[in-house]
């Protein structure tokens, strides 16, 4: 009980310092909820912000900072993917190429490597609008990763796309894979490109965006989605990490030289004051703003359960080729 005692004063202690590191989230008016979200920009200044549960719902604004209206989802009924929870889908990603958008989806449930990656195509964004187009990836008990939270990004050409997936298990994994038109094809050549060696191997949700001639990994770590604020170790609970490469397939380290692939992964945002266990980010350019990151996050002032997670964004700034906000 001392132990305990010294760590709550411990911590209690060192809250002022964890607070300065990081600004609060931008403004959310509207509604706020999300999960692992994804935020587009259409050309004519439209926001839309994609939300895991639900059909993968979708809310629309005209600014990043809200109001945010409900507008529908990107899936009507249940996915074409005939897995348990497939009216529930989870951790959107949304790319733009060539005139089409790709809505990249999981189907799973919570503890289960019965997973797959789907996703939906449309032109506009706009709910309604989107052709189910089945799967991508799978996985299984046999499976050395989990095929669920899943991000795309290009690579040093037109026509060079990579796909990353995974959570916990031997977390994230790398594929190539072609898209043509409406179909996207996985080609292969898998690989293992981010890894938490501790514990139960506590990190998912790789998000990679390019930035001039390199490639930086954003990776979701720790605790999450059922949280006791009053034992976990504040240090221990969702948090946003990052790693870089100058090739699009790795390998990643952080700014310390650590490698991902062996828990590396330099902290860009944390739990600091009310903001509580910030993860699921993503990163899109914003003419209006630059380069936005933007993650769902709990305040400790309302609540830290799962349907209490808020929409958060920040500007990133670029210092000696590393992202901080």
Same mark, same amino acid.
């Given at each position: 009980?001392?132990?305990?005692?010294?760590?709550?004063?411990?911590?209690?202690?060192?809250?002022?310092?964890?607070?300065?590191?990081?600004?609060?989230?931008?403004?959310?008016?509207?509604?706020?909820?999300?999960?692992?979200?994804?935020?587009?920009?259409?050309?004519?200044?439209?926001?839309?912000?994609?939300?895991?549960?639900?059909?993968?719902?979708?809310?629309?604004?005209?600014?990043?900072?809200?109001?945010?209206?409900?507008?529908?989802?990107?899936?009507?009924?249940?996915?074409?993917?005939?897995?348990?929870?497939?009216?529930?889908?989870?951790?959107?990603?949304?790319?733009?190429?060539?005139?089409?958008?790709?809505?990249?989806?999981?189907?799973?449930?919570?503890?289960?490597?019965?997973?797959?990656?789907?996703?939906?195509?449309?032109?506009?964004?706009?709910?309604?609008?989107?052709?189910?187009? *089945?799967?991508?990836? =799978?996985?299984? %008990?046999?499976?050395?990763?989990? +095929?669920?939270?899943? &991000?795309?990004?290009?690579?040093? $050409?037109?026509?060079?796309?990579?796909?990353?997936?995974?959570?916990?298990?031997?977390?994230?994994?790398?594929?190539?894979?072609?898209?043509?038109?409406?179909?996207?094809?996985?080609?292969?050549?898998?690989?293992?490109?981010?890894?938490?060696?501790?514990?139960?191997?506590?990190?998912?949700?790789?998000?990679?965006?390019?930035?001039?001639?390199?490639?930086?990994?954003?990776?979701?770590?720790?605790?999450?989605?059922?949280?006791?604020?009053?034992?976990?170790?504040?240090?221990?609970?969702?948090?946003?990490?990052?790693?870089?490469?100058?090739?699009?397939?790795?390998?990643?380290?952080?700014?310390? *030289?650590?490698?991902? =692939?062996?828990? %590396?992964?330099?902290?860009?945002? +944390?739990?600091?004051? &009310?903001?509580?266990?910030?993860? $699921?980010?993503?990163?899109?350019?914003?003419?209006?703003?630059?380069?936005?990151?933007?993650?769902?996050?709990?305040?400790?002032?309302?609540?830290?359960?799962?349907?209490?997670?808020?929409?958060?964004?920040?500007?990133?700034?670029?210092?000696?080729?590393?992202?901080?906000?």
């Amino acid at each position: 009980m001392l132990f305990s005692a010294l760590s709550t004063l411990l911590l209690t202690s060192l809250a002022p310092i964890v607070r300065a590191q990081y600004p609060n989230p931008g403004a959310c008016s509207g509604d706020c909820f999300t999960h692992d979200p994804a935020v587009v920009k259409r050309a004519d200044g439209k926001y839309f912000r994609f939300s895991t549960l639900d059909l993968i719902g979708i809310w629309t604004s005209n600014s990043l900072s809200g109001p945010w209206t409900r507008s529908g989802s990107v899936i009507q009924g249940a996915s074409v993917i005939n897995l348990p929870e497939n009216k529930e889908l989870w951790a959107p990603d949304v790319v733009y190429i060539r005139g089409i958008y790709y809505c990249f989806y999981s189907v799973s449930t919570s503890g289960s490597q019965t997973s797959a990656i789907g996703y939906a195509t449309s032109t506009t964004l706009e709910s309604g609008s989107w052709k189910d187009q *089945g799967i991508v990836v =799978t996985s299984t %008990g046999s499976s050395p990763y989990n +095929a669920i939270d899943s &991000n795309v990004v290009n690579g040093t $050409g037109p026509n060079e796309w990579y796909l990353q997936w995974g959570s916990y298990w031997n977390n994230i994994y790398q594929a190539r894979v072609a898209i043509n038109g409406e179909y996207v094809f996985r080609s292969g050549n898998e690989h293992q490109i981010a890894y938490e060696p501790s514990g139960n191997h506590k990190m998912e949700g790789s998000f990679i965006w390019k930035r001039d001639n390199f490639w930086y990994q954003f990776l979701s770590k720790g605790i999450c989605c059922v949280y006791h604020p009053d034992t976990d170790p504040i240090d221990q609970v969702y948090h946003i990490t990052v790693c870089r490469s100058n090739n699009p397939a790795g390998p990643y380290t952080d700014k310390n *030289g650590v490698a991902c =692939t062996n828990g %590396g992964g330099t902290t860009v945002l +944390a739990s600091h004051g &009310n903001i509580y266990a910030p993860g $699921g980010q993503g990163v899109f350019h914003d003419d209006a703003h630059g380069d936005v990151l933007y993650y769902h996050y709990l305040d400790r002032n309302v609540g830290v359960d799962y349907k209490q997670s808020k929409f958060g964004w920040n500007v990133l700034k670029w210092v000696d080729g590393w992202p901080t906000i």
